[in-house]
């Protein structure tokens, strides 16, 4: 489990499993180096929607673009929550309950899926924090899945954005099936009002597993650092 900075990325701590707390918005290519170097591990990824789409935006691209097997999770509260409550890449334009923007963003928030399909994502799916069981479906599915899955997890942060209780009642199912076809999956996004939670688009590029050459041994990279 890899994890960069933020509420979401204190997970690690929480599972029973290896974990690396990784640098503010490089949990990406830190697990990408993990999942090439050791292509037997299954690799998770936890981060939240400031680490993810903006001082990770560029590797949230590539990591796509590449196709590694990977599961990215992001839960996604459209505010910086750890940091006081400030606007993040998702929150919405005209959002005016933060210092830093009195008057809204008046910038139209990043679409995380449709960015995710449009680079090349393998497998993508929005879920729901209030639906954990729904929810762990999903991450396992995505987790067998081969290549770059995502995962979006609407996750309530009801301290600055008290809003977001109405998501009990508003957050519902796709009323989509699954569907292979990038152009489809393209069209309904870029309509839904990214409530609707299911597993919404699975590809079949191919994994990018780039050949693995011999590495020095230890007492070979421990001589090379003597003085």
Not at 13 to 18: H, T
Not at 112 to 126: Q, S, T, Y
Not at 173 to 184: G, I, P, Q
């Amino acid at each position: 489990m890899i994890s960069g900075i933020g509420c979401s990325s204190r997970i690690p701590a929480y599972s029973s499993v290896y974990g690396f707390h990784s640098l503010h918005g490089r949990a990406l290519p830190v697990a990408t180096g993990l999942k090439v170097a050791r292509p037997d591990l299954t690799v998770i990824v936890a981060g939240g929607d400031g680490d993810g789409y903006s001082i990770g935006g560029n590797h949230f691209l590539h990591a796509c673009r590449r196709n590694v097997d990977l599961t990215y999770i992001v839960m996604d509260n459209q505010v910086y929550g750890m940091t006081k409550g400030q606007a993040s890449p998702t929150t919405p334009a005209d959002w005016d309950k933060s210092k830093l923007t009195p008057h809204g963003t008046g910038v139209s928030p990043f679409h995380p899926l449709a960015v995710a399909l449009a680079a090349g994502a393998n497998f993508i799916a929005r879920c729901y924090a209030g639906d954990p069981n729904g929810t762990a479906r999903v991450i396992a599915e995505a987790a067998r899945h081969p290549g770059f899955s995502m995962v979006q997890v609407l996750s309530q942060c009801v301290t600055y954005q008290p809003s977001q209780k109405e998501w009990k009642t508003t957050v519902r199912k796709a009323d989509v099936t699954t569907t292979s076809d990038v152009e489809l999956a393209a069209r309904w996004l870029m309509a839904d009002d990214g409530l609707s939670t299911g597993i919404l688009y699975i590809g079949h590029r191919p994994v990018y597993r780039p050949e693995l050459q011999a590495s020095a041994s230890i007492d070979d990279l421990e001589t090379a650092f003597v003085v």
